[in-house]
């Protein structure tokens, strides 16, 4: 029985108002972009309900007249009419404090399970548009905090994902409340609550006694990653490439392709939320180390901005930035601008970028893609077009990302004294050697390198002729 209710299809609808201002093709966008998310959470959207008004209903988002329509759509085909007080109730609502709800439990028996609201709703909204269209209702918001929740696999990223949560859930414990009935009116102190603390009050406390701990953890974790970060590039150099970009846009596939490593490919919006580190291959001199971050998105809360600047802090620390962008997508400019403005928000937007057209054999047939090809070199002059699916394409990048890290390597002649040939290693790997010849002290390396490499090594070389 528990097999077939995950197997079990699951329906929804999404909703949105189109506000004055707001151009149809950008309103498409956001609209299709929430389809995905929802395709994402394992919901098949069958049909999408939009409105023109002027402002939100400050009741329900959406004025009467749509509401009703939905209701009749959700409950039309089974002549099922459900008392507004009989609503599901959100399961954002039911979320435990130190846990997160369990999924299975978010899914109803309905045809319809829940409603998908494009914009970020009041408690009070999101309770009575539940109310009159008798169904769950997730807003945007929510449906990114559920992925991310779901996705999260590290320690931190759980930690931050939890934090977020419950910051949402916070100001929402009123409307909970009300659903709750008589149980969430204040009451005696009893079982942990003091003199006349109400239930609502108790969970708030909890909630922030809880927030507190898992920033105590992440503080802590912080720490660890910023050693471990500059252990990493003591030994290694600076040589730094980290994949930014919208969600979806192919930086997983990309990072397999240039460095050769198993990491995890999905056609899913946030499929990856942990950074992933991995040596560029093949490796060249100086070595290179690239890394995969979580995605934007357009209206990412801010909460998970904040909250995933530790995982976006390898976009700080990168020497070079592979902006990758979906050139499949017609919105792809819009992407563009969202990811500069995340990039803004963390202080990353001095950092050395390059523009990566990625997915360019999904464009069409071959002479659609070298007209797209075309209109993306006019548009941006030093970008690369290619898809990460090609060898050739990938060799390019590879080009690409060693001639800017050479760009400012100088040469140099290394003097090795035979007493410490246990250090020829050491040389090969971090300098490429251009010529190398020998007499009855020692041999001797004319090699190009970073200048902080061949510091590095003298270094070594000093302390090894010491007694």
């Known amino acids: 029985m ?12 999404v909703a949105a108002v189109q506000l004055p201002g707001v151009s149809d093709v950008e309103f498409e966008a ?12 394992g919901f098949t959207v069958t049909r999408t309900f939009t409105q023109k008004r002027s402002g939100f209903d400050a009741t329900a988002y959406l004025g009467v007249g749509k509401r009703q329509e939905i209701r009749h759509f959700v409950h039309g085909g089974s002549g099922d009419e459900i008392e507004p007080e009989r609503a599901p109730q959100n399961p954002l609502y039911r979320l435990p404090l130190a846990e997160t709800a369990n999924d299975e439990a978010m899914v109803s ?67 909970a409340a009300k659903l709750a009935g008589p149980q969430g009116r204040q009451r005696s102190g009893v079982g942990g609550r003091g003199a006349g603390e109400s239930h609502t009050e108790l969970d708030k406390r909890k909630i922030r006694d809880r927030i507190a701990e898992l920033q105590k953890e992440i503080a802590a974790m912080d720490v660890e990653r910023k050693t471990q970060r500059a252990r990493r590039q003591a030994h290694q150099g600076l040589a730094s490439v980290a994949l930014v970009g919208y969600t979806n846009a192919g930086k997983s596939t990309l990072m397999r392709a240039l460095t050769g490593s198993a990491v995890l490919v999905a056609n899913k919006l946030f499929a990856t939320l942990d950074t992933t580190v991995r040596s560029l291959h093949p490796e060249s001199i100086p070595r290179v180390l690239v890394s995969d971050t979580v995605g934007f998105i357009k209206n990412l809360p801010h909460g998970l901005v904040a909250s995933f600047k530790s995982t976006l802090e390898e976009a700080l620390d990168a020497s070079l930035l592979l902006h990758v962008i979906d050139a499949s997508d017609p919105g792809f400019e819009r992407q ?128 090894n002729d010491r007694p």
């Open 2 to 13: 528990q097999r077939d209710a995950k197997e079990k299809p699951q329906y929804a609808v």
């Open 30 to 41: 956001s609209l299709a972009e929430l389809r995905e998310l929802a395709k994402t959470l």
């Open 109 to 175: 028996p309905d045809p319809i399970d829940i409603v998908f609201v494009d914009h970020e709703i009041s408690p009070s909204q999101a309770r009575h548009l539940e109310n009159e269209v008798g169904c769950q209702v997730m807003d945007r918001t929510m449906v990114i905090l559920e992925i991310f929740h779901r996705n999260a696999r590290s320690p931190a990223a759980r930690a931050q994902v939890e934090i977020a949560r419950l910051a949402y859930l916070a100001p929402r414990l009123r409307e």
């Open 336 to 463: 563009i601008e969202t990811t500069e403005e995340v990039l803004k928000e963390i202080g990353a937007q001095d950092v050395p970028r390059l523009r990566v057209f990625n997915k360019i054999d999904h464009t069409g047939d071959a002479a659609v893609q070298v007209e797209r090809e075309a209109a993306l070199r006019a548009g941006y002059p030093d970008c690369i077009v290619m898809s990460a699916r090609r060898p050739a394409d990938v060799a390019k990048l590879h080009r690409a990302i060693v001639a800017f890290f050479q760009q400012n390597l100088v040469e140099a002649e290394l003097f090795l004294p035979w007493s410490a040939q246990q250090l020829r290693g050491e040389i090969f790997a971090r300098c490429e050697v251009l010529e190398e010849r020998a007499d009855e002290e020692g041999a001797f390396f004319h090699v190009r390198s970073e200048q902080g490499a061949l510091d590095s090594l003298r270094e070594q070389f000093d302390q």
